[in-house]
């Protein structure tokens, strides 16, 4: 199996070529990031550009550094949702292109799947169905989600947030601090040697809960930022130093707390062999020593991805890709993909 994939979603364009679910020959990222910083967030258009002007140039490399040739190419695959729309649809352009010229498989990926099989990257991780069945919190600047998982392609969600999700929170909160973008490094970096128990922000409990989700197990973060907001009026100081560590310390205690206390809840409520956290947000030093006291506490390994596969990247869509590949059909009938903004995810 030598199979080439694509991530375009966002800010990242990406390709990884994959030889054997663990056995990566290249995974090329260009980040946008300093493309974005001007705008405090990621701007749809400018992305969109830079993946057109970044993406040819990628493939080639990454085909270059596997050693191998475009004939040698057993698929092709490709995120198609969930993300920017004109993002997607470049990479999913590309993807089809290739994978009609090359006369091969055409694999479709949810992001946030590929997320959880970020997870099994690792040499140290176990393989994906030994870890069966496992427990999942999905932290990421557009998502946050709690989910179980019983198999391959079988997920029941248990809980996601109502508005903000986590990586968005610390965005706007690193903001108003005057922090810049980034929000959750700048933050990072702010709080450091501040007291987290300084300031007393809300945790976000929801009272109720779309879709049928227990509101126990779900999050909301718009309180949060407005509390911040309130607070730096009433105590302009507050982000300034030497009080702007305690502030973002506190600050990204409460979105961590948040993920903490909800995570604890689905695990003594399920019974499950691993728990796992992925998506952006788990690059964080803070909530990964969190999520370890936690895990400790309930008696549950903790999976983590390595920091070079917690932000979006291709690699991830070629291991989610991988357990598709059995049953894609063949080149003579390649799917027209269409790109999904809100593909739907946690359900089986």
């Known amino acids: 199996m030598n199979l080439l994939a694509i991530e375009t979603s966002c800010d990242e364009t990406s390709v ?12 090329l990222v260009f980040t946008q990031i300093a493309k974005h910083r001007p705008y405090g967030g990621v701007v749809p258009e400018i992305a969109s550009r830079c993946h057109v002007e970044e993406l040819p140039g990628l493939l080639r490399q990454a085909v270059a550094e596997s050693g191998l040739g475009w004939g040698d190419l057993d698929a092709v695959a490709v995120t198609h949702g969930p993300g920017l729309a004109s993002a997607l649809l470049v990479g999913l352009s590309a993807a089809q292109a290739l994978a009609l010229r090359l006369a091969v498989p055409l694999l479709a990926v949810n992001h946030l799947e590929g997320h959880l099989y970020s997870l099994f990257l690792d040499e140290a991780a176990p393989a994906f169905n030994d870890a069966l069945p496992f427990l999942a919190l999905i932290v990421s600047g557009g998502h946050t989600q709690l989910v179980r998982v019983e198999a391959p392609g079988v997920y029941r969600l248990l809980g996601q947030t109502l508005d903000d999700a986590a990586g968005e929170a610390l965005d706007k909160g690193a903001k108003l601090l ?8 700048v933050i990072e970096r702010a709080a450091q040697g501040g007291d987290p128990q300084s ?3 809300p945790r976000g409990q929801p009272t109720g809960c779309a879709g049928g989700l227990e509101p126990a197990l779900c999050f909301s973060y718009s309180g949060l930022k407005t509390a911040l907001l309130y607070h ?27 993920l903490i206390e909800r995570s604890a809840r ?41 920091p070079k596969f917690c932000t979006d990247n291709a690699a991830m869509i070629a291991a989610a890709a991988a357990r598709q590949l059995p049953l894609a059909p063949g080149a003579e009938k390649l799917p027209r993909l269409d790109a999904h903004p809100e593909l739907p995810f946690g359900e089986a």
């Open 266 to 306: 689905a695990l003594e409520r399920e019974r499950v062999k691993f728990f796992g956290c992925c998506g952006g947000v788990s690059i964080n030093k803070r909530l990964r020593a969190k999520l370890a006291e936690l895990a400790a506490q309930v008696g549950v390994p903790l999976l983590l991805a390595p």
């Open 232 to 258: 730096l009026k009433a105590q302009p100081a507050a982000a300034q130093s030497p009080e702007l560590a305690h502030t973002a310390a506190s600050y990204q205690e409460a979105v961590f707390e948040a």
């Open 178 to 185: 005057g922090l810049g973008y980034p929000g959750g490094p």
């Open 16 to 27: 990884a070529v994959l030889t054997a679910p663990r056995q990566l020959r290249a995974n």
């Open 199 to 201: 300031v007393k922000f």
